[in-house]
Each structure stands twice: as C-alpha cells, then as structure tokens.
C-alpha cells in the first residue's frame, strides 16, 4: 500500500475532462478505512488540494454519498449521521434508533465526544429538543453508552427481570415502559439472553411479540431494535437492509449508511443472514434495486 500512489491515481481520475467513476471506485474499495484516512491526508499534502472537496465536485447524487461516506472516519460518519437525523428536515427516527442500538459503549462515547466538539451542543441535548416522551428517555439512556458490557448472568436477577417485565406489560392493564427501558437498555447482554428465555417461559410468548402488542411507533421500534442488536446484529442489518430496498422506491439513506458503515465490521455476516432470512442474496437485491457507478459501488461493499 503507496498512499501517495492510491493519491495520484485518484488525482488522475478527476483531473481533466470527464470524471473516471470506475478508478475512484476501484481505488477506494481496495482500500480499508485507515488506510483511506491515510490517503486523504497524502492528497492534501502532496497534491495541495482536499480530497473529499474534489470528490464531491466531480460526482453527485447516492454515489458521492457513498464514496464521501467512505473518506469520513468511522465515528465521525455516525455523528454526521445523527446530526442529520436530528436537524435535518423532519427527524429520521430510524436512523437514530439504528445507531444508537447497535453502537457499542467505547463507540458510543467516542461518538458524543465528537459530536460535542463537532456542532458545540451535546448529542442528549440534541435529542431531547428533537424527540418526546418515552422514546425520547430510552433514546437519551442508549446515548450515554453505560450498558454493562460483562458477561455474568444472575440467575436470581434474571427471574426476577423476567417477571418484572411480564407484570409490566403482559399482565398489567396498560404497560410500564420504565420497566422496559431500565431492563432492556442497562443489563449486559448475555444477562438479558437469559432474561429473554425466562419470559418465554413465564409469558408463553416471545419478548419481541410482547413489545409489539404493548408497544407501538418509535417506542416500539427502538425497543425492538435493541433486542434484535442483542440476539444477533448481523440480522438485525440484514433486515434493515432489506426494509430499504423491498416495495415501491429506495429508502437510500438507509441502504447507503448501512452498506458503509458496516462494511469493514460484519459484512459477510450479514450477507449470510440476509441470504437465510429472505430466500435471496443482498448481492441480487442490491443489484435489482439500484443502477449506474451508485450500484457498482455498493456491490464492491457488499462482496460475495
């Protein structure tokens, strides 16, 4: 790897008449996140010019979203992100649902570290003046990235857990969301595994069917979120990926930020999980789904 060497050649690819889509594509899916990193700050000082300025003169649309997610460091992407879903025209639940169940506590503090030094105002403050009542608490908890990350399960606790939450929905009229949240986005994971099949047990139905009839809109939503990233995080992507591209139109901003912020981490996982969920292989949804260097650049992420 020559980062002055990837530097010219994508120099090469903007310079002059036309634009070679194809080099940058190439170039930039070749590489990994800190070696792009490293790219960027070669460009700048033998070239003299910012790279992520000239991508986004030369290209437009879903594919220069792509390719400058590419170029952005991985936590600054998320803030970006976030600060999108907050401030942008109308609020993006999903996406800020998406990130802060999935995130783990040392990316989640690197997030809020940065989105402070970043935009001056807090990542809670944000959310608080942007969302309302319980979705808003269980967002506010999953944004401080304190959940037990140990691997002991309280045998006791977990019985106890699991009765808590069958008296605070299934057996109560009207359901205790408190109870919910405190459980669901505090206790380590492992913990809640058990805590899952203990109420399995008790309430003869699956945690997630309870929340669904207990719950509804963002609440319910961001809950199940949680448990999906508990149980498996590959299939919870699967199936957000899946969710953007099925039925009328492409909810690209999904797709976009899924395919590269997961890129590096656990994509094959997820291909695996997307191909055993729905019959079919991300590589032939995304290939019917979208068109152009957009579509070519996406299955370069995807792989397989």
Not at 75 to 82: G, N, R, S
Request: proline share 1%; charged share 30%.
């Amino acid at each position: 790897f020559s980062a002055e060497q990837e530097a010219q050649a994508l120099r090469k690819a903007m310079k002059g008449f036309g634009t070679d889509e194809d080099a940058i594509i190439e170039t930039l899916t070749n590489l990994n996140a800190s070696q792009r990193q490293q790219v960027l700050i070669t460009y700048k000082s033998t070239i003299g010019r910012d790279l992520i300025d000239d991508l986004k003169s030369e290209l437009s649309g879903n594919f220069e979203k792509v390719i400058v997610g590419l170029m952005t460091p991985t936590t600054m992407y998320d803030v970006h992100e976030l600060r999108r879903a907050l401030k942008g025209a109308g609020t993006d639940e999903g996406c800020l649902i998406e990130i802060l169940a999935s995130r783990t506590n040392g990316e989640i503090r690197h997030i809020n570290e940065n989105y402070r030094l970043q935009y001056g105002s807090s990542l809670e403050e944000d959310i608080v003046s942007d969302t309302s009542s319980m979705f808003r608490r269980v967002l506010v908890s999953l944004s401080t990235g304190n959940r037990d990350e140990g691997t002991f399960v309280d045998e006791a606790l977990a019985q106890q857990d699991a009765q808590c939450l069958y008296e605070a929905g299934e057996k109560k009229w009207g359901t205790d969301e408190v109870q919910f949240m405190s459980i669901l986005c505090t206790r380590n994971r492992c913990h809640l595994l058990r805590v899952f099949d203990v109420y399995r047990a008790i309430a003869n139905k699956d945690i997630t069917e309870s929340i669904k009839s207990e719950m509804s809109g963002d609440l319910e939503d961001a809950l199940l979120a949680v448990v999906k990233c508990l149980r498996n995080k590959p299939a919870y992507f699967a199936e957000r990926l899946y969710k953007s591209m099925k039925g009328l139109g492409t909810d690209d901003s999904t797709l976009i930020r899924v395919m590269v912020s997961r890129s590096e981490i656990d994509m094959p996982y997820i291909r695996r999980e997307f191909l055993s969920m729905y019959g079919k292989s991300l590589h032939s949804f995304i290939k019917g789904d979208c068109s152009g260097d957009y579509r070519k650049v996406l299955l370069r992420l995807c792989g397989g």
